[in-house]
């Protein structure tokens, strides 16, 4: 495993990281499948783990919270994320200074820890001043409560606002973004990734893998995987990515893969981390086999005569997309 610094900060992050979103806790099969899933990406060097308080109804933290609590604190990082519901209050929600102080003591309750190595502003609350979410954020670093915090999913114009104010008020610095970013999705590139050098900003995106499109198990003309995320995915994200353009892609993407004696989940990540802005990436694992094989991608160097190839599949063009 390799390690980057998060942005231009003192944080070493594993270039792959482990997220909770996709966490199954409903059967004890799933739960045992999960907790070797976490324990063999930690014996593997992956020292950086990201949830969210509003995974799985707050579980996912728990559980998360249950197997970090085997390994020395020092040895790992750990992340969460506010601004979803999390309960049927009107200010159980937002970025609201109220919920922020709230979720915080229970994000750090969930996961029994003292502090959270990164904290994320999950979305952006049009309903609430800037002003007010950035000191809270601010005040946390201060209290020791957060080492690192930043947002996910937020528009370039909101993210350099937030970056003027933090200035203009004399508050702790931003020091990381997670966006989503992927083959499929490279709005970064256009304006984001510019602004978070410039500030020495770290970014950890997720959905390096595009919902699972980008490890090669739906392929054109082929029936969906049984049990696969098409098939069971509550907001059909995964679905909504299986076009003929895409489709054809992955095709050509495997090839590419299997040239260089690797596979396409390996080479997706391995371009996303040709970018030297970014810091970690977020993956999501249903068993340890996947966590092995992701982590394969760590230092996996490609050639510029490969990269210019997938250039030419992927014939990117930027667009102007819904960011959130």
Same mark, same amino acid.
């Given at each position: 495993?390799?390690?980057?610094? =998060?942005?231009?900060?003192? =944080?070493?992050? @594993?270039?792959?990281? =482990?997220? @909770?979103?996709? &966490?199954?806790?409903?059967?004890?099969?799933?739960?045992d499948t999960a907790k070797k899933s976490i324990r063999r990406a930690y014996d593997l060097g992956v020292n950086f783990f990201d949830c969210a308080d509003a995974y799985s109804g707050g579980q996912a933290e728990?559980?998360?919270?249950?197997?970090?609590?085997?390994?020395?604190?020092? @040895?790992?990082?750990?992340?969460s994320k506010v601004f979803f519901p999390t309960g049927n209050g009107v200010n159980d929600r937002g970025l609201s200074r109220?919920?922020?102080?709230?979720?915080?003591?229970?994000?750090?309750?969930?996961?029994?820890?003292?502090?959270?190595?990164?904290?994320?502003?999950?979305?952006?609350?049009?309903?609430?001043?800037?002003?007010e979410t950035l000191q809270a954020m601010s005040d946390l670093v201060a209290q020791g409560k957060v080492l690192y915090y930043g947002v996910s999913e937020w528009t370039p114009v909101q993210l350099t606002e937030a970056l003027y104010l933090i200035?203009?008020?004399?508050l702790r610095p931003m020091s990381v973004i997670q966006p989503q970013y992927n083959m499929m999705d490279r709005y970064?590139?256009?304006?984001?990734?510019?602004?978070?050098?410039?500030?020495?900003?770290?970014?950890?995106?997720?959905?390096?893998?595009?919902?699972?499109?980008?490890?090669?198990?739906?392929?054109?003309?082929?029936?969906i995987p049984e049990g696969s995320r098409a098939t069971h995915q509550a907001d059909r994200q995964i679905n909504n990515?299986? &076009?003929?353009?895409?489709?054809?892609?992955?095709e050509r993407l495997i090839q590419v893969a299997e040239g260089l004696g690797t596979n396409l989940s390996v080479l997706a990540l391995a371009w996303c981390l040709r970018k030297p802005q970014i810091s970690?990436?977020?993956?999501?694992?249903?068993?340890?086999?996947q966590i092995e094989n992701?982590?394969?991608?760590?230092?996996?160097?490609?050639?510029?005569?490969?990269?210019?190839?997938?250039?030419?599949i992927l014939d990117y063009k930027p667009t102007v997309r819904k960011i959130g």
């Amino acid at each position: 495993m390799k390690y980057r610094n =998060l942005g231009k900060w003192g =944080l070493k992050v @594993s270039e792959i990281a =482990l997220g @909770s979103w996709m &966490t199954d806790v409903q059967t004890p099969e799933s739960v045992d499948t999960a907790k070797k899933s976490i324990r063999r990406a930690y014996d593997l060097g992956v020292n950086f783990f990201d949830c969210a308080d509003a995974y799985s109804g707050g579980q996912a933290e728990i559980f998360l919270g249950n197997i970090l609590k085997e390994f020395e604190r020092s @040895s790992f990082a750990v992340s969460s994320k506010v601004f979803f519901p999390t309960g049927n209050g009107v200010n159980d929600r937002g970025l609201s200074r109220k919920h922020i102080i709230e979720q915080i003591d229970k994000s750090l309750t969930n996961l029994q820890v003292d502090y959270l190595d990164l904290y994320f502003c999950h979305r952006y609350d049009e309903s609430t001043p800037l002003e007010e979410t950035l000191q809270a954020m601010s005040d946390l670093v201060a209290q020791g409560k957060v080492l690192y915090y930043g947002v996910s999913e937020w528009t370039p114009v909101q993210l350099t606002e937030a970056l003027y104010l933090i200035k203009e008020m004399g508050l702790r610095p931003m020091s990381v973004i997670q966006p989503q970013y992927n083959m499929m999705d490279r709005y970064i590139e256009d304006e984001i990734m510019g602004i978070c050098q410039k500030h020495g900003l770290g970014i950890v995106p997720f959905s390096p893998l595009s919902q699972g499109l980008l490890t090669g198990k739906y392929r054109k003309g082929q029936v969906i995987p049984e049990g696969s995320r098409a098939t069971h995915q509550a907001d059909r994200q995964i679905n909504n990515l299986l &076009t003929e353009d895409h489709l054809d892609k992955v095709e050509r993407l495997i090839q590419v893969a299997e040239g260089l004696g690797t596979n396409l989940s390996v080479l997706a990540l391995a371009w996303c981390l040709r970018k030297p802005q970014i810091s970690s990436l977020i993956t999501g694992a249903s068993r340890p086999e996947q966590i092995e094989n992701n982590i394969a991608a760590s230092g996996f160097e490609l050639s510029e005569e490969i990269l210019t190839e997938i250039e030419h599949i992927l014939d990117y063009k930027p667009t102007v997309r819904k960011i959130g």
